[in-house]
T-cell receptor, first 111, second 111 residues
Framework: GEDVEQSLFLSVREGDSSVINCTYTDSSSTYLYWYKQEPGAGLQLLTYIFSNMDMKQDQRLTVLLNKKDKHLSLRIADTQTGDSAIYFCAESPNSGYALNFGKGTSLLVTP | DTAVSQTPKYLVTQMGNDKSIKCEQNLGHDTMYWYKQDSKKFLKIMFSYNNKELIINETVPNRFSPKSPDKAHLNLHINSLELGDSAVYFC??????????FGPGTRLTVL
């Protein structure tokens, strides 16, 4: 199938904002998701956005959705070293019974 | 009070063996899933069950057989293990086709 695309690496300084971008494939996806995976750990749901929304803010996290371009972004304000992890974008195409993940963006936060 | 649990966390075995991974969720969700994460961190759906019925069966070798004894459990049995089966296997659950919650993962190493 088609791929959900993400850049593989991002490095930011502590206190700066991080922006992780994603291009998804299926315009029928009802929800779009961001998951976080810390080293050796499982997938933690960070946030999600309903497809009829343009933006969602949740504390330090802001999700922007551009349906026309099928572009999703995650902004983390005041990035901390504990935010270092892999961030996965995911769409829920077709029946919605499976998530189609991007390859993940490794975020490194340096002091 | 873990929502989605998997056992074992680590599994090391020889080629040709048969092994099972168990998954349980106490969230009252109707739908459960198995995903495989390869060495490059790529996540791909394997199976999806809704109310104990198989909904999705992606291109997975028939050596892999999911079994759902009840709505709270979805076990994964693997016959004749091969080197390429080495990966991290994640179980997840969701209320119908909504947000999925993941277990901690089972790291399978085939020698």
């Amino acid at each position: 199938g088609e791929d959900v695309e993400q850049s593989l690496f991002l490095s930011v300084r502590e206190g700066d904002s991080s922006v992780i971008n994603c291009t998804y494939t299926d315009s029928s996806s009802t929800y779009l998701y961001w998951y976080k995976q810390e080293p050796g750990a499982g997938l933690q749901l960070l946030t999600y956005i309903f497809s009829n929304m343009d933006m969602k803010q949740d504390q330090r996290l802001t999700v922007l959705l551009n349906k026309k371009d099928k572009h999703l972004s995650l902004r983390i304000a005041d990035t901390q070293t504990g935010d270092s992890a892999i961030y996965f974008c995911a769409e829920s195409p077709n029946s919605g019974y499976a998530l189609n993940f991007g390859k993940g963006t490794s975020l490194l936060v340096t002091p | 009070d873990t929502a989605v649990s998997q056992t074992p966390k680590y599994l090391v075995t020889q080629m040709g063996n048969d092994k099972s991974i168990k998954c349980e969720q106490n969230l009252g969700h109707d739908t459960m899933y198995w995903y495989k994460q390869d060495s490059k961190k790529f996540l791909k759906i394997m199976f999806s069950y809704n109310n104990k019925e198989l909904i999705i069966n992606e291109t997975v070798p028939n050596r892999f057989s999911p079994k759902s004894p009840d709505k709270a459990h979805l076990n994964l049995h693997i016959n004749s293990l091969e080197l390429g089966d080495s990966a991290v296997y994640f179980c997840a659950s969701s209320p119908e086709q909504l947000t999925q919650y993941f277990g901690p993962g089972t790291r399978l190493t085939v020698l």
